[in-house]
């Protein structure tokens, strides 16, 4: 509902042709509009390229961004968020610069959706919103290959955020993998960087047993999760399912990837 800000960060420099972040559409037209949806807020990222190359390297962006949420508000913010089973938007509007001469705005929807829905509203608080800006400001200032990595294991957690079973649990290790990981020594980088993690012990003594059912899922032992011979004794031990787990670490893992 900001209208000093949408008029700053974007009609001040776009070629909106006057559409309403309001209402979602031009004023009294035919004109673009959302697909008949109550839309409450808009996440905004400016690049340059193509139509199709400012897409998709907004699409990572826009997943990078709900990564870092999600793990401050599951870590830090220490909520337990539900997944609705209503489809997440992908609706995505292009504004063409001014000095652009030749393009309109257009609405398309991503390929992929980034942020899922969940049963519940949660509000974050000023500390959450602080935590995720420090994050971005020490990432800009990390070095280039750190950074590179980060950014990878961004984009499969949020892929372990948006897919479910097997494919979610083979996505959080992945970010694990992209973060820690060294070629011919997967495993004990793994476990070495997260035993550089400030989690309790007990979460570090769970990483084989990961390690042990991301091979089963990924080399066909196992169909799904809960198929593993070990799921249950893993349940009985810890008192904690691994696909719980692996998120968990992979979340704390990215909130700390800046720093260690």
Not at 125 to 141: R, T
Request: a neutral charge.
């Amino acid at each position: 509902m900001d209208t000093k800000k949408w008029e700053e960060v974007v009609s001040a420099k776009y070629k909106t042709n006057k559409w309403s972040h309001l209402i979602g559409c031009i004023p009294n037209s035919g004109g673009i509009q959302l697909f008949g949806f109550e839309c409450r807020s808009l996440i905004v990222h400016q690049a340059h390229g193509t139509q199709l190359g400012t897409k998709f390297s907004s699409r990572l962006e826009f997943a990078k961004f709900f990564a870092v949420l999600y793990a401050t508000v599951t870590v830090e913010e220490d909520m337990r968020l539900l997944w609705a089973r209503e489809d997440p938007y992908r609706w995505c509007i292009q504004f063409p610069s001014l000095s652009s001469s030749g393009l309109g705005t257009t609405q398309s929807e991503l390929d992929e959706a980034v942020f899922p829905f969940f049963c519940a509203d949660f509000k974050l608080s000023h500390n959450a919103v602080n935590s995720i800006q420090n994050w971005y400001l020490a990432l800009a200032n990390s070095a280039k290959a750190r950074r590179a990595r980060i950014e990878k294991a961004c984009h499969f957690v949020n892929r372990g955020i948006m897919t479910n079973g097997l494919d979610s649990y083979v996505n959080f290790f992945i970010s694990l993998d992209a973060l820690y990981g060294e070629a011919g020594e997967v495993e004990g980088s793994i476990q070495r960087g997260i035993e550089s993690l400030p989690i309790d012990i007990s979460l570090k003594e769970r990483v084989s047993w990961l390690y042990n059912l991301r091979n089963e899922l990924v080399h066909g032992g196992s169909r799904f999760c809960a198929e593993w011979r070990d799921y249950d004794r893993y349940y009985l031990h810890f008192r904690t399912m691994p696909e719980e787990d692996i998120k968990r670490i992979s979340c704390i893992a990215l909130l700390h990837s800046v720093s260690t």
